[in-house]
């Protein structure tokens, strides 16, 4: 049973650049989390997917944030034009899609550096 | 507002002493779960467990055990015999209902180190 993955793991690029991650779920899960966590903090939560479906979107979530869930599958999260506050590890987690709530399970994140 | 306090910024034992993190949460929910997450230095957070509302019975599982307590809004977790791997950031984290699913609302987490 593999578990969440994303991709890159470490990315650092020049502010005013675009950067996208991804995250691929465990594959029986339907439902995709997008968290960011910043240095000494618990994660704040972004975005949530059921199956293709972008169902909430945290106010952390400017304009410059967006976040994609093509088939149900992956997901992706681009953010355009940099800035350094954008520094930070966003994770991605998943969970079941089955009766009642079940755990979200969370992938290694990608830690975003922005000069 | 929902929101979860982990007044402990960090703790540090020696090994084989025994360790309570404190989490203190407020929701405006009757339903609701608490989790304890664990993230170690390799930065992946790692389930420990989830408690519902309505079950207010203490857990315990090998070293680990949870106190949950509805009249202080706490859910409080106890290492015994601490061992230099449970060294990490452990976090409490709330879940805020969204439709069909639902979003943690995570504290600040307290960082553990265990001497050895």
């Known amino acids: 049973d593999t578990g969440v993955s994303q991709n890159p793991r470490h990315k650092i690029t020049k502010r005013g650049q675009n950067v996208t991650f991804r995250c691929d779920p465990i594959s029986e899960h339907n439902r995709l989390y997008w968290y960011r966590q910043t240095l000494g903090q618990g994660p704040e939560f972004l975005t949530y997917f059921q199956n293709e479906a972008q169902l909430e979107k945290s106010r952390l979530l400017s304009d410059r944030f967006s976040a994609e869930r093509p088939k149900g599958s992956f997901s992706t999260l681009e953010i355009q034009r940099t800035e350094q506050g954008d520094s930070a590890m966003y994770l991605c987690?998943?969970?079941?899609?089955?009766?009642?709530?079940?755990?979200?399970?969370f992938g290694p994140g990608t830690r975003l550096t922005v000069l | 507002a929902q929101k979860v306090t982990q007044a402990q910024t960090e703790i540090s034992v020696v090994e084989k002493e025994d360790v309570t993190l404190d989490c203190v949460y407020e929701t405006r929910d009757t339903t609701y779960y608490l989790f304890w997450y664990k993230q170690p230095p390799s930065g992946e957070l790692v389930f420990l467990i989830r408690?519902?509302?309505?079950?207010?019975q203490n857990e315990i599982s090998g070293r680990y055990s949870w106190n949950f307590q509805k009249s202080t809004s706490s859910f409080n977790f106890t290492i015994t015999a601490s061992q230099v791997v449970d060294s990490a950031v452990y976090f409490c984290a709330l879940s805020v209902m969204m439709d069909s699913s639902y979003k943690l609302i995570f504290g600040s987490g307290t960082r553990l180190l265990v001497r050895p």
């Open positions: 408690r519902n509302s309505f079950d207010e």
């Open positions: 987690a998943s969970s079941s899609g089955k009766k009642g709530y079940n755990e979200q399970f």
